[in-house]
């Protein structure tokens, strides 16, 4: 990063945001005036951070990409610790919100209804929580993460699935006239003849045409940022299963004119229609026994 750029991050630290949006607000900011000073790799590095951080909320990615765009695999102190891993000594810890959760009583003569809904959990707040990359740390070997390494298996499968399931038609063609997937609302086409991991690249692409850009949303945007935006999902799940990927479209937040809303809401929607794909092509195999620690917790503040 430029000089310029790291004294905006302290500029940053400093304030600490202590709301969701502040705190999206703070990094979108930094992401366009990252994009303006010619450093378009940092748009790479958010994407890849929702690939990598898919469970954890929008905000929290942004804080995780920006403190820390080479991290893989994060967890609390003691989550660490619980998985036979020691932070090492004088490491920095990345700094994200975890929720504060309360319980609210509810009144005598409610509770005497029903004994098992006595007490309500409620989001009170917010606090600052740390995390630490693995490479901050040291001890037992890791199982070996989920990968796919370039060939999509099984995904382009289990996506066809998800598609016919929302009642989406899937059909190959030889010839779309130099386009390699059609999305028609209802129907995609795909060209025959790619290799299977642009075929699963292409399909998500269009599969998030017909999530994202169908009635009000497609009267909203304009074509590039219709294209743009998939071709980012499409980046994130494919970086998610493994794939080799390029950069994605790193240059189109341009493209907004330093809009930071318009932004905002279009990483959120690349980050959440990811997700989804996602979700459909591996739902969790497992779940960290430390999971309803506070520091796990902040995944879903």
Do not use: C
Request: proline residues 3%; charged residues 25%.
């Amino acid at each position: 990063m430029s000089s310029t750029a790291t004294t905006t991050i302290t500029t940053i630290d400093s304030k600490k945001p202590s709301t969701k949006q502040e705190l999206v607000a703070a990094n979108i900011k930094l992401l366009i005036e990252q994009l303006e000073a010619g450093h378009s790799e940092a748009l790479t590095h958010y994407l890849t951070a929702m690939s990598r951080f898919h469970n954890y909320s929008f905000g929290n990615v942004l804080e995780i990409a920006r403190q820390m765009p080479t991290a893989t695999r994060v967890a609390g102190f003691w989550t660490w610790k619980n998985m036979g891993r020691n932070v090492k000594a004088g490491q920095k810890g990345i700094r994200i919100l975890a929720p504060i959760v309360g319980v609210r009583r509810k009144k005598d003569e409610e509770a005497d209804k029903d004994i098992t809904k006595q007490n309500e959990r409620v989001l009170v707040g917010f606090r600052n929580a740390y995390v630490f990359d693995v490479s901050q740390t040291d001890g037992v070997d890791l199982p070996a993460p989920h990968e796919v390494s370039g060939d999509p298996g099984h995904n382009i499968d289990r996506l066809a699935a998800f598609l016919k399931s929302k009642g989406v038609q899937l059909v190959y063609r030889d010839d779309l006239q130099g386009a390699l997937g059609m999305s028609y609302g209802g129907r995609i086409a795909i060209l025959s003849g790619q290799s299977k991991a642009e075929e699963f690249s292409t399909l998500v692409h269009e599969t998030a045409h017909e999530l994202l850009h169908k009635a009000e949303r497609r009267t909203a945007t304009t074509k590039t940022v219709r294209e743009t935006e998939a071709e980012a999902v499409a980046f994130v799940v494919g970086k998610a299963v493994g794939l080799m990927t390029g950069n994605a479209s790193a240059d189109y937040i341009q493209l907004y004119h330093g809009n930071a809303s318009l932004l905002a809401e279009s990483l959120e929607v690349i980050q959440q229609t990811a997700n989804v794909i996602l979700a459909a092509l591996e739902p969790p195999i497992e779940e960290e026994a430390a999971q309803t620690t506070t520091d796990e917790l902040a995944e879903v503040a």
